[in-house]
């Protein structure tokens, strides 16, 4: 059974960056398309990126296009989401997970397996 850590949260101010980790312990993650979601305070669990197993494919929330970047870095085990130009409406916990789903279903949050325990993003104004 995969474990994944999430790990590179923070607080910054607007315009800040910040880079998530998350790291797979357990199997590599080449079996799997892999994603990004956050959770604000009272809102639900929302899409923010996805990456195909082959490392090759991306694809974005409307609301950080342009902004957020997933990679890997398969010697690592590691996914990253790379964030610049940080908003305060940014501000969520940030989680990684498995799409176990196919390539399709990649922004519906119920198709994911192996949530890591989150990591923390606070953008100040």
């Known amino acids: 059974q995969v474990q994944l850590v999430e790990s590179g949260g923070g607080l910054v101010q607007a315009g800040g960056s910040l880079r998530l980790s998350c790291v797979a312990s357990g199997r590599t993650f080449s079996r799997y398309h892999m994603g990004w979601f956050r959770q604000a305070p009272g809102k639900e669990r929302e899409f923010v990126a996805a990456l195909s197993r082959s490392g090759v494919t991306t694809d974005y929330a409307d609301s950080v296009k342009g902004r957020f970047t997933i990679s890997i870095d398969n010697a690592k085990n590691t996914v990253y989401l790379q964030m610049n130009s940080l908003k305060p409406e940014d501000t969520a916990i940030y989680y990684c997970?498995?799409?176990?789903?196919?390539?399709?279903?990649?922004?519906?949050?119920?198709?994911?397996?192996?949530w890591g325990q989150g990591t923390q993003v606070i953008v100040s104004s």
């Open positions: 997970a498995e799409l176990y789903g196919s390539w399709y279903e990649r922004v519906k949050g119920s198709e994911y397996r192996n």
